[in-house]
């Protein structure tokens, strides 16, 4: 890991320096998909069997949680543990309720009523990864809000281990969020599964949650067929903004908590000196050797930047450049840094807030736009799960009023009937 | 046109009865763009000039609309023209500007403290199709909430005619919404410029609006390739529910209002008898003969139905499960029936409001979703034109509370260096 001084850098290396890399050219990984969902569509839950056999090694009689694998995975849990889950899921809860859609109504033209009303979408489909950590947080973050928003139906899908067994955690997170009907389905056969509907499985207007380079296929392919989805999902993102006046060992542990998700994760340190930074690095090397994923962490980092700029201003500039998935700024007056930040998914502030706390328990939503996504979306909150719809409504003289003004643009556009349509009405209103 | 019964119908029928056309398959559409999007990378604005000149027939030097062009266009319209933009133009922003994101702030826990703030996009790339009809309304469509939201980097694209020109409506709609870098170029080549960046065309961080399969497939490519996009846009659609009572002229004449859009419009009629429905079916005949634009018409008429359900329930279950991008609701109390409506773009009550009001003035947006997916998606609003970013910041008590739970959710995950990020501060703070 190298020091980089950004006001040397040219304009060309700069923009490599923030360049994602690209993710491994898979050609073949779309046919694999596409065969995946064919499998899925004809023959419903006994290709979910044969994959699930396949991939995750396990036989399964029924796909479906029972209530007895519910209350074993709740006794699996101690008393502290399951305190701990209802924590976080009362955090999420506050500030996911907090952000309900709300209906609108405006009168644009006296006579003329426009609204907006919320409904929550029918059917959702949650899907939690498996794997070498069972992300059981991810069902919280994906289950909070869709329990706040109510949708009548709400699935999640997630994949067994050999012995045909969900992670007891996942199983009493789903139950905190009041998700009893639960899959054991993985993979891109089971985003195929929420799309195109099976006996067992019902089929989803929209699929959320994160996953490997096979189930994000999956799910740019649901959404060619009309289910729609949440955000793109890539590797994991931390950017640090870090003042002279920060901790080393405590900006080290933040770069270390995200290189420790997978070799892809992203870790950038943006420093105000070359000093710093250096101090950073050996702290890097010195809390490396103790990790339990250290192979895992020494792989990411390698890939990781460690920036020099020359001072506040600089440094907000690269975080919006970059617009990194999770921005800690470890400065003196990290507010006034975050008036300037346009461009992340989650930000947090001053020496005492890890990202840890957002990824399990401050309340706000963990699943954010990695890859640069967030010059453009936001992270996951309440009003993914309602969808709006506008509603006018014109009395006869609100219809009399800008009905004319509707008439001549209409015939502008060479839409003689849209204009008809007024017209036939005002002729009525004026007999 | 036949009149169908739905009680009467299977529920195969029932479902193919509902279901959009399949759009035809066009395998090579994907590398026709493909190609398009590979020359404007490479050659940038020498691209965009040789495609205008193959598609559109136009040859360009600049391919900006210059200042002498936008005060031209001001003399072609007249005195009631630019009042009935400005009209269209100000119920637009009332009912936009009513949208605008809160930010928001909640303390989940003591010394834990959560936010979400709201910035507007920076750049933003808006298309406008031309084509047989200049959709004006369309730029005004996607250039109020763009105007309101304050991105700072507003472009329109849309195409020239033979003779380089832009359309006059369109550039007055433009000037009235402060968009005042517009470019000639339109089609694939346009979404292409937006999402890679040209000489001319800057580089774009989000998409909007309309266009013919081409663009349609651009846009798909540009969102693959990291450009954000709004919605995906299908053909138009309508669904009258009309009860006895209702006007079979009004009925009839906000039907072809939707028809005439283009041959793959959906029209769908809901009556409640099937006297009502053969009044209506005759009243079609009628105006038909009297339209311009009616060889369109027809073809949109021939795909359509006219259902009749047994009463105001089995409307609105007809209407959820078609999930149509307009919905006008001609029944003696519309608002009762609304209460049940969970999925369309826009709604239209009673007898005196048409979609034409919609389409052009009375303050909703018209860039809506088609093709079902109002079932998850919602239309086009203010928030469109932000993101947000959550923010947390926890003090020394906060993360001493909070702090203890995280460690514990992390260690299950075995994730050992986010809890060591929590762990080293709190052995910080307990000194």
Same mark, same amino acid.
């Given at each position: 890991?190298?020091?980089?001084?950004?006001?040397?850098?040219?304009?060309?290396?700069?923009?490599?320096?923030?360049?994602?890399?690209?993710?491994?050219?898979?050609?073949?990984?779309?046919?694999?998909?596409?065969?995946?969902?064919?499998?899925?569509?004809?023959?419903?839950?006994?290709?979910?069997?044969?994959?699930?056999?396949?991939?995750?090694?396990?036989?399964?009689?029924?796909?479906?949680?029972?209530?007895?694998?519910?209350?074993?995975?709740?006794?699996?849990?101690?008393?502290?543990?399951?305190?701990?889950?209802?924590?976080?899921?009362?955090? /999420?809860?506050?500030?996911?309720?907090?952000?309900?859609?709300?209906?609108?109504?405006?009168?644009?033209?006296? $006579? @003329?009523?426009?609204?907006?009303?919320?409904?929550?979408?029918?059917?959702?489909?949650?899907?939690?990864?498996?794997?070498?950590?069972?992300?059981?947080?991810?069902?919280?973050?994906?289950?909070?809000?869709?329990?706040?928003?109510?949708?009548?139906?709400?699935?999640?899908?997630?994949?067994?281990?050999?012995?045909?067994?969900?992670?007891?955690?996942?199983?009493?997170?789903?139950?905190?969020?009041?998700?009893?009907?639960?899959?054991?389905?993985?993979?891109?056969?089971?985003?195929?599964?929420?799309?195109?509907?099976?006996?067992?499985?019902?089929?989803?207007?929209?699929?959320?949650?994160?996953?490997?380079?096979?189930?994000?296929?999956?799910?740019?392919?649901?959404?060619?067929?009309?289910?729609?989805?949440?955000?793109?999902?890539?590797?994991?993102?931390?950017? @640090?903004?870090?003042?002279?006046?920060?901790?080393?060992?405590?900006?080290?542990?933040?770069?270390?908590?995200?290189?420790? !998700?997978?070799?892809?994760?992203?870790?950038? /340190?943006?420093?105000? +000196?070359?000093?710093?930074?250096?101090?950073?690095?050996?702290? /890097?090397?010195?809390?490396?050797?103790?990790?339990?994923?250290?192979?895992?962490?020494?792989?990411?980092?390698?890939?990781?930047?460690?920036?020099?700029? +020359?001072?506040?201003?600089?440094?907000?500039?690269?975080?919006?450049?970059?617009?990194?998935?999770?921005?800690?700024?470890?400065?003196? #007056?990290?507010?006034?840094?975050?008036?300037?930040?346009?461009?992340? $998914? +989650?930000?947090?502030?001053?020496?005492?807030?890890?990202?840890?706390?957002?990824?399990?328990?401050?309340?706000?939503? !963990?699943?954010?736009?990695?890859?640069?996504?967030?010059?453009?979306?936001?992270?996951? $909150?309440?009003? #993914?799960? !309602?969808?709006?719809?506008?509603?006018?409504?014109?009395?006869?003289?609100?219809?009399?009023?800008?009905?004319?003004?509707?008439?001549?643009?209409?015939?502008?556009?060479? /839409?003689?009937?849209?204009?008809?349509?007024?017209?036939?009405?005002?002729?009525?209103?004026?007999?």
């Amino acid at each position: 890991m190298q020091v980089l001084i950004w006001k040397q850098l040219s304009v060309r290396r700069r923009a490599a320096v923030l360049a994602r890399p690209a993710s491994a050219a898979q050609p073949d990984r779309a046919a694999v998909v596409a065969r995946i969902f064919a499998a899925v569509r004809r023959e419903g839950d006994a290709a979910l069997r044969r994959f699930t056999r396949q991939f995750d090694g396990a036989r399964l009689r029924s796909l479906q949680v029972t209530a007895a694998e519910f209350a074993a995975a709740e006794r699996v849990l101690g008393r502290a543990d399951h305190a701990a889950l209802r924590t976080a899921w009362r955090n /999420l809860r506050r500030f996911h309720r907090a952000q309900r859609p709300r209906p609108l109504r405006v009168t644009t033209t006296p $006579g @003329v009523v426009c609204e907006k009303v919320v409904r929550p979408i029918d059917r959702i489909g949650l899907y939690v990864p498996g794997g070498s950590a069972p992300l059981f947080s991810t069902a919280l973050m994906l289950g909070v809000p869709s329990q706040l928003a109510g949708n009548p139906v709400r699935v999640l899908c997630t994949p067994p281990d050999r012995a045909g067994r969900i992670n007891p955690w996942i199983l009493c997170a789903a139950q905190l969020c009041g998700l009893t009907e639960v899959y054991k389905v993985g993979g891109a056969q089971a985003i195929a599964a929420l799309a195109c509907g099976t006996t067992s499985v019902p089929r989803c207007d929209k699929i959320f949650g994160p996953g490997n380079a096979f189930v994000t296929e999956a799910k740019l392919q649901a959404s060619r067929a009309g289910t729609a989805i949440d955000l793109p999902a890539g590797p994991s993102e931390v950017m @640090v903004v870090a003042d002279d006046r920060a901790r080393p060992d405590l900006v080290a542990a933040d770069l270390l908590s995200q290189a420790e !998700h997978g070799p892809d994760s992203q870790v950038l /340190l943006v420093a105000y +000196s070359v000093r710093f930074a250096s101090r950073v690095q050996a702290e /890097l090397a010195r809390q490396l050797a103790v990790l339990p994923r250290r192979a895992i962490a020494q792989r990411a980092l390698a890939g990781s930047r460690l920036l020099v700029a +020359s001072g506040a201003e600089a440094a907000v500039a690269i975080a919006n450049a970059y617009a990194p998935e999770h921005l800690i700024l470890q400065v003196a #007056d990290p507010r006034a840094l975050l008036a300037g930040v346009t461009a992340a $998914g +989650s930000v947090f502030l001053g020496a005492w807030t890890p990202e840890s706390l957002g990824d399990y328990a401050s309340g706000t939503n !963990h699943v954010l736009p990695t890859a640069g996504w967030a010059r453009a979306i936001s992270g996951l $909150g309440l009003a #993914d799960f !309602h969808r709006t719809m506008t509603v006018q409504e014109a009395s006869p003289r609100g219809l009399q009023r800008l009905g004319p003004v509707v008439e001549r643009l209409a015939r502008a556009e060479n /839409l003689a009937a849209h204009q008809r349509a007024v017209r036939v009405r005002l002729h009525l209103l004026s007999r």
